[in-house]
Structures are given as C-alpha cells and as structure tokens.
C-alpha cells in the first residue's frame, strides 16, 4: 500500500533531527507523533523512512489520514512527552 498522505516538512526535519523512529498514534485527542520508547512499532505498519530514521504508520489509520503535521507532534510534547531534540 503506498501512504495517501503528505508529511509537513517541519515534521520531517524534527524526525531527522532527533534521531529516532517515530509512530503516529491515536490519542482521545487525535492522531500523535511519538517516539519508539513511548510506543511499539507493530508488524503490520507502514514503514516510512524519512532521512536515516523510520515513521511507523498504523495501516488501518493510514485510510484516514490526509497530512502528517506539527500538531501531531505537538500533542506528545504538550502531553509532557520529551523527545530529546
């Protein structure tokens, strides 16, 4: 399946910058950007590699999904997340 979405360069750049893998997960407040650590990767994600780092994608959230954007990662920061960047 090939992703249906765009990634926001400033997400692309704070994902290369960190150095980590990433996944977009749900949250009752919407779809969030996390670091692995603080999620797991599962088997049946996509795999987008961005830079030398991997943005894991649920398949079925995939569907519904049109931007990948700042608000995603600002929903883990703001949720007192700390990604290291």
Same mark, same amino acid.
């Given at each position: 399946?090939?992703?249906?979405? $765009?990634?926001? +360069?400033?997400v692309? $750049? =704070?994902?290369? @910058?960190?150095?980590?893998?990433? /996944? &977009?997960?749900?949250?009752? +407040?919407?779809?969030?950007?996390?670091?692995?650590?603080? *999620? #797991?990767?599962?088997? #049946?994600? &996509?795999?987008?590699? &961005?830079?030398?780092? *991997?943005?894991?994608?649920? @398949?079925?959230? $995939?569907? =519904?999904?049109k931007?990948?954007?700042?608000?995603? *990662? +600002? /929903? =883990?920061?703001?949720?007192?997340?700390?990604?290291? *960047?």
């Open positions: 399946m090939i992703p249906g979405f $765009a990634i926001d +360069e400033k692309r $750049a =704070y994902v290369r @910058k960190s150095g980590q893998d990433f /996944r &977009l997960s749900t949250s009752p +407040e919407g779809p969030v950007l996390m670091p692995l650590g603080s *999620v #797991s990767a599962k088997p #049946s994600d &996509l795999k987008i590699l &961005l830079g030398g780092n *991997v943005l894991y994608v649920s @398949k079925l959230q $995939a569907k =519904y999904i931007k990948i954007d700042w608000p995603m *990662v +600002e /929903r =883990y920061l703001d949720s007192g997340g700390d990604s290291g *960047v």
